[in-house]
């Protein structure tokens, strides 16, 4: 388990998002029903429930599992971003992607044809919001992986016979006040804790270095939310 991962259990969770994005994505389904949540953190199942649906939460790991199983959410047990066999039972299949490492196009498909008729899919995906910097892209694609562009996803959706309702894109805090900050303040108890050891020297560098590129440039990569119905 490397540095950021430890990081990552004690938080709410591992990548940029929050509880104002979820809501407004939320907001923006317009449907209602069985929902399923496939991610990286328990709080959107919560916040689905709270909406009125029936939730399903699919989260591969075990701590944040155990955090909705507790909130009186059903829960799957799966591997990272597996979609369960009975995902087209549901009205709402959320999935909180990062970067596909087979192509947006083959996560894409794989949604549409698990995805029952008329459901409503959201698909997050980290995107290149307009043409990167060369300094941005090489950072990018080494932490990350290779990113879309914004606009060939919505290209692509349709392709898979998706039509898209709506997006949204995660806004800047979802970043730094909800992400970066709470992983820095992790990042200091855990050198209270255990000492600047080889893990935390490494890893606290490359955490540095990635918030100071999104500080740098914010207004080239985030998060989209793609509402689409199948």
Known sequence: MNFLSILHGSLERSSAGSRQTS?????????SG???????????????????????????????????AQAGIDVLSVQRFELPDNSDEYDLLWYNGTVEFDGAAHR????????????????????????????????????????????????????AG??????????????????????LNAASEYKSVHGEDAAFGSGFGELSRETEMFELHCEEYSYVYYILKG
């Open 23 to 31: 809501q407004q994505v939320i907001s923006m389904c317009r449907c």
């Open 162 to 183: 998706f039509r898209t309702e709506d997006f949204y894109i995660a806004p800047r805090t979802d970043w730094t006040v909800n992400y970066y900050e709470p992983l």
């Open 108 to 159: 894409l498909e794989q949604l549409k044809s698990s995805c029952k008729k008329g459901a409503v899919v959201v698909y997050r995906a980290l995107c290149w919001l307009i043409e990167p910097s060369p300094d941005t892209r090489r950072f990018c694609e080494s932490r990350f992986g290779k990113l879309p562009q914004m606009d060939s996803v919505l290209l692509t959706a349709r392709e």
């Open 34 to 68: 069985r929902a399923l949540f496939l991610g990286d953190e328990a709080v959107t199942p919560l916040l689905l429930k709270d909406a009125g649906y029936t939730v399903t939460a699919a989260v591969a790991d075990e701590v944040r599992a155990q955090k909705a």
